[in-house]
């Protein structure tokens, strides 16, 4: 097989013929520390030109495609480039794959869009990576690339999002998602910028924390789409029903779901209800064995969201008034025991003792604001903190 073949089904570049050139990037490959070693020592201590080209053409195709503005490992003339830049000593395989790939795809970004100054836009000008890294650092292309880039990202995230959908209307688009992909695309695509630390840049570590023990259901309201009551999220094992911006504590998020979705966690019920072996199976992999007991789920959500749960159910007529006869007066009673306020609702305030930082935090009961602190710090036991009911 001819080397020009051989470069061609690679897609190196089609303009890459020279055998001197071929025998210059086997040189340099051999004396670039930066290669992956197992790759390079694939090859072999005699490697063939078929070889070297090949390889090549894989690591620059995997530094061009997935880079912080798309895929541009398509593009010939940045192979062409590259690899001129490579053979000449100017760069090594670090400098490709570290920065080299987010440059050329942000100068491309740019340059699809009719972004770029005239000067800016002759790829032919550009001797090395810095003259692009310098033209895309400007404060004239900051700005768009940045639009740009959290556009990319947000499209990256919506095409690796798993999740089922519990409902789909004209008012409603409520997701159960599987992982980070899909909290991210929830905070960042349609409507409201929501801030659920699911869902943040570091949304992958706190995803993973909260997903295996519960659904994480997410509701977006299609007709408030920009306002933070227009996205929320919940996740019954923590107790948690959040606005979007989180300006909403766990009692007000029941009270204010009841208030503006009468009827919706019922509907979310029903629904993870009817998929409950598709998400039962989807689920597997975060539960490392079983997957979700929906039935468990959805009893957990009754039961930590009454209010939201028990709305829009029609309020039965009072029943007549019934006159009796008054009955003989009886003796007084003595008064009853206070109740205990540690059984209530209400709101204590939590205080570390070691570090004497504190919080107020509302619960049904003390052991259901004892349960809440220790989910958030499980290595943290109830005797490290003191609690304190606050005055209703």
Known sequence: MKLEQIVLEANIAAKLKDPKTIKMLGIAMRHDATLPKN???????????????????DLLDSSLSSTDYGDVSADGKFDEWLTRLYTN????????NGEGGDALGAWKALSIRGKLKEK?????????????????????????????????????????????????????????????????????????????????????????????????????????????????????????????????????GDEKVAELFPGLLKRITQAMHTNAAEINANSKELTGGDGYDVDAAIADIKDKFPRSFNSGEEEKAPEPEVQHEPEPQAEPEAPAAPANDDNRPGTWRVTQTASGRGANIEGDSLEHVQQRVLQRYPDSTIADYTWERVPD
Not at 41 to 46: D, F, I
């Open 120 to 252: 800016d836009q002759d790829f032919n000008r550009f001797k090395n990576l810095r003259q692009i890294q310098a033209i895309i650092q400007n404060r004239d292309y900051s700005n768009e690339l940045r639009r740009i880039k959290d556009a990319e990202v947000i499209e990256k995230h919506r095409r690796e999002k798993k999740e089922t959908t519990l409902i789909d209307d004209d008012r409603f688009l409520v997701t159960l998602p599987y992982n980070y992909g899909a909290c991210y695309n929830f905070n960042n695509s349609a409507g409201f910028n929501a801030s659920f630390c699911t869902g943040s840049s570091s949304g992958a570590t706190w995803f993973g924390r909260y997903a295996p023990d519960g659904p994480i259901i997410s509701i977006f309201d299609k007709q408030n789409p920009d306002d933070q009551n227009g996205k929320w999220q919940i996740h019954a094992p923590t107790g948690q029903m959040n606005n979007g911006n989180q300006t909403i504590t766990y009692r007000q």
């Open 39 to 57: 790759k390079v020592a694939a090859l072999g201590p005699r490697p063939d030109d078929q070889a070297i080209v090949k390889l090549w053409s």
């Open 89 to 96: 000593g100017v760069v090594d395989f670090e400098d490709i």
